[in-house]
T-cell receptor, first 110, second 112 residues
């Protein structure tokens, strides 16, 4: 039981490049989330998916798209990366007792 | 502005001492959760307290909730060096529909 896994762990992009962050969970959770964490800030919700086939915007969705591929997988896409998207990205899944987080992807956009 | 605000921002104590962190929030909640984050790692869920509960225990952790003051506290008793981490409160807002809102965290350092 791996919990929540994320790939890649680290990524450096040039401004304007695109990439997809992958997330998978093996706990059969319905809800999945993408957060970003910036220095001195709490986590901010980018997008979430309450169930397979549905996605909704969070607090900071601009510049991102998501896909809930199936119940296990929830990907985050940056179509045209900007330096303001330099951050640590966390995927999470949940049951009513709380969120389970992945180890994070550290993204730098130069 | 943040829904949840932790206080203090940083706390440094000696091993064996107790550590207390506070969280204040602004709007009515369904529940409040505390998470720990070790440096360079993801967040780990510690404890959830519902709006109709006043106190909850889990091992060395004690969480209180005062909905009249819109505040919560996390007490770690007999702290250990391994408790060194950042601690975040997160509020499940009434009518918020999946949007758990995190504070900025308290950075706890436990010195051996």
């Amino acid at each position: 039981n791996a919990g929540v896994t994320q790939t890649p762990k680290f990524q450096v992009l040039k401004t304007g490049q695109s990439m997809t962050l992958q997330c998978a969970q093996d706990m059969n959770h319905n809800s999945m989330y993408w957060y970003r964490q910036d220095p001195g800030m709490g986590l901010r919700l980018i997008y979430y998916s309450a169930s397979e086939g549905t996605t909704d915007k969070g607090e900071v969705p601009n510049g991102y798209n998501v896909s809930r591929l199936n119940k296990r997988e929830f990907s985050l896409r940056l179509e045209s990366a900007a330096p303001s998207q330099t951050s640590v990205y966390f995927c999470a899944s949940s049951v009513w007792t709380g969120r389970y987080f992945g180890p994070g992807t550290r993204l730098t956009v130069t | 502005s943040q829904q949840g605000e932790e206080d203090p921002q940083a706390l440094s104590i000696q091993e064996g001492e107790n550590a207390t962190m506070n969280c204040s929030y602004k709007t009515s909640i369904n529940n409040l959760q505390w998470y720990r984050q070790n440096s360079g790692r993801g967040l780990v869920h510690l404890i959830l307290i519902r709006s109709n509960e006043r106190e909850k225990h889990s091992g060395r952790l004690r969480v209180t909730l005062d909905t009249s003051k819109k505040s919560s506290s996390l007490l770690i008793t007999a702290s250990r060096a391994a408790d060194t981490a950042s601690y975040f409160c997160a509020t499940d807002i009434q009518g918020g529909s999946e949007k758990l809102v995190f504070g900025k965290g308290t950075k706890l350092t436990v010195n051996p």
